[in-house]
Every structure is written in C-alpha cells, then in structure tokens.
C-alpha cells in the first residue's frame, strides 16, 4: 500500500536525541557509573544541539541565496584573520550568525571561532559547554558553487571552573560530541556524542534534520587519496615517497594505481571519505611548518568522527590526533585520516623510515 513507498515515521533530529537520551539513561542506570558521555543525559545537550542546527539551517539558507544578494567576494581589502586567512563576507555572517546562536542558547560558555582572534566568553550564560567552531570550511572556494561546511567541536567546562582558556586547550580525547555541517546538492548533518556516528539530512521543506546515515562506518580500505599535490615540492621525502607509492600499479594488490580526488573544502573531502573510503591528508611543509588545519576546530572534530566511525586520524609523525593538545586556540597540526587500511600503510610507511 502507499505507505510502502512514502515513509511516515522519519527520525528528526530532535527525536534521535531524545531517543539517544533515553537509551544512555537506561545504559548509565544499568551500568551505574558516572560515564565522561553524561552530556546527553540532561537535556542540556538537546537545548545546544537544537541551536547549533539552527544555525546550521540559517548559514545554509545564507549561503544558498548570497549569489542573489550580492554576498560573495571579500569582506573587505586586506581583511583577515587570526591565522592570516583573507576573510569573505560569508566567512563574517556566518561566524556572526555562530556567535549569536551560541549566545542564545544560553548554555554555551566559551566559544573559539576560526574568525575570532580571542576566547568568547559568555558573562550571562550560565552553561557548562565550551564550543569551536569555523563557521565556514571552505570558503575559498564558496565563489565557485563548490560545497563547503560548517565544523563544531564540543566539551564540557571542566568541574567547578567559571570559564578560561584552561577550559579551551584540552587534549583531544576530551571532546563530548562533534559534528559538521556541509552545504552541497543537500544539507547534510553528521554527528557524535562518542557512541557512533549519525548521519542527517535537512528536508528544506519542513525545516527538519532527518535521520538518513544511521550508524555511519568508514569503509575498511579504499584506494582514493586526497591531498593538495601542488604543494608535493614543500613535502619532506617520506611523504613524497608515500604518496608516490599509491600511484605504483605494481605497489597495489590489485595492480591499479589510487585515484585523487581533491575538493578543497575539508568538510567536503571528510564526507567523501566517510561515505566513498579512502585517505584525506594535509602535511606540514616547507610552506606551512606546523601543517595549515587547525587542532581545535578543523582536525579534533573530524578526527573524533572518523574514529567514531571506525577509522584513524594521526598527524605526520603517528601521533593519534585525539591525544595532542593546543597550546593556543588557533594551532595548526599536521592530519591524515580515513580508512584504518590506508591509514595503516601509512603509519607502516613512516615506522619503515
Ligand atoms: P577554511 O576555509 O575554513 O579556512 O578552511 C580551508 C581549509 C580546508 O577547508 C581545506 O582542506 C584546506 O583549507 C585546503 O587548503 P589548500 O587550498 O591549501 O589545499
Ligand atoms: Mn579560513
Ligand atoms: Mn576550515
Ligand atoms: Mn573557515
């Protein structure tokens, strides 16, 4: 009958939480243990999540219609960030847009965003949750129509602090939940809160998130590689050596060189890479010592997904990216993620060396 067909009973957002909040009560209960994951017990984590995809939904609108009213090109001559990026009038409003929904949602304590040179600190929020963000990944491209995202990392104040920096330069492994947005053919929402990885998609019609990638796995082994090969005279010679290895048909089981694939935008080469398998890496170089992705907003929420979704995140030297630690909010770290197959030659590679 029709309902085969037209489906009534869509998960969206809203009752995915609530439905996870109810299993990890039932979970916490049984195991009766105070779990580092409580944030999805209070409800407190609803009220945050329910900001962040409003502003998720108002970027993507934004940025649908910036052809039509003339927001595309530069904020201004010479403006720039606090990591030297040239700002577009996209990357304003969208952190603008950022920074008053997590004003908002009242349970946002501090806020680091990629165009914001310092901490943002709430005085009147009384929440517990410190959110980093970049409001929008990709930006270069945004003039082309290429896809290009939003990526937020999320922790918790640590106990019985008000709010400093303290509570910003944290290791990795401390997140709570990540997730990103990308604004492509749809509006995609991909989520953690360290059990697993959820896929959304926003049905513009009735506004909603709804559950489409439920339990998202990295597939195993793919033999697609992205990485910025305009830069491959700025690498050091292991990485060259790397990279040229999964060219060598005679190097593959299959005898078939790996194909590239390179948007530009992080988020849309990320969600390539969760959906199609494969490796995203981008090196430090002679251009960019410390790599040119940053730890708190672009390399810690991607690589909690990726693992969360069963694959590896490390930076050049192996380091698991979840175990480093910035010493300021806009440190940058070497990453390559992706498949645990393709992540483990790599690791292989550099160990050979
Ligand atoms: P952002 O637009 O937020 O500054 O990030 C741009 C980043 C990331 O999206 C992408 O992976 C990388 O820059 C591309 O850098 P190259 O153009 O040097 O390859
Ligand atoms: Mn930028
Ligand atoms: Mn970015
Ligand atoms: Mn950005």
């Known amino acids: 009958q029709a309902s085969e067909t037209f489906d009534t009973d869509v998960i969206t957002l809203p009752r995915f939480l609530i439905n996870s909040q109810i299993q990890f009560n039932q ?7 105070n779990n580092k994951f409580n944030v999805v017990t209070t409800g407190e984590f609803t009220l945050l999540l329910n900001s962040l995809q409003f502003a998720f939904k108002f970027i993507s609108q934004t940025i649908r219609k910036s ?12 403006i720039s ?16 847009i950022f920074i008053n929904t997590m004003k908002g949602s009242k ?8 165009e914001q040179e310092d901490l943002i600190y709430f005085q009147n ?19 082309a129509g290429v896809s290009v995202g939003t990526i937020v990392s999320i922790f918790k104040l640590k106990p019985g602090s008000k709010g400093t920096l303290d509570d910003v330069l944290r290791y990795g492994h401390e997140m709570v939940a990540a997730c990103y947005a990308m604004y492509g053919a749809s509006t995609h929402l991909v989520l953690t809160t360290g059990s697993g990885v959820d896929g959304f998609t926003l049905d513009n019609n009735l506004g909603e998130f709804i559950l489409t990638h439920p339990d998202l796995k990295v597939p195993v082994q793919r033999s697609i590689y992205s990485i910025n090969e305009g830069n491959s ?33 992080m988020v849309a080469d990320v969600h390539r890479t969760f959906l199609y398998g494969g490796l995203f890496a981008y090196p430090c170089d002679k251009k960019s010592p410390n790599g040119k ?32 630690k910035p010493n300021s909010i806009h440190d940058k770290s070497s990453i390559w993620l992706g498949s645990p197959n393709e992540i483990d030659s790599f690791l292989k590679h550099i160990q050979k060396d």
């Not at 960030?81 to 603008?96: F, P, R, S």
């Not at 929020?125 to 003039?143: E, F, K, Q």
């Not at 390399?299 to 050049?316: I, S």
């Open 67 to 78: 052809e039509l009213i003339n927001l595309l090109g530069l904020a201004g001559e010479g």
């Open 233 to 265: 005279y700025y690498w050091t010679e292991q990485i060259t050596s790397f990279i040229s290895s999964l060219k060598d048909p005679s190097k593959q089981k299959d005898n078939k060189p790996y194909t590239a694939r390179y948007v530009g935008s």
């Open 107 to 114: 349970n946002v304590k501090l806020l680091v965003s990629e």
């Open 81 to 96: 960030n606090a990591t030297g990026d040239v700002q577009k009038k996209l990357d304003v409003l969208g952190d603008e």
């Open 125 to 143: 929020n009384a929440g517990t949750y410190v959110v980093c963000c970049d409001p929008i990944d990709g930006s270069s491209n945004l003039d």
């Open 27 to 33: 979970k916490k209960n049984a195991l009766n243990h």
């Open 293 to 324: 992705l940053r730890l708190l907003y672009e390399a810690f929420p991607m690589a909690f997904l990726m693992e969360q979704a069963g694959g590896k995140a490390v930076d050049d030297k192996g380091n698991r990216i979840l175990d480093l």
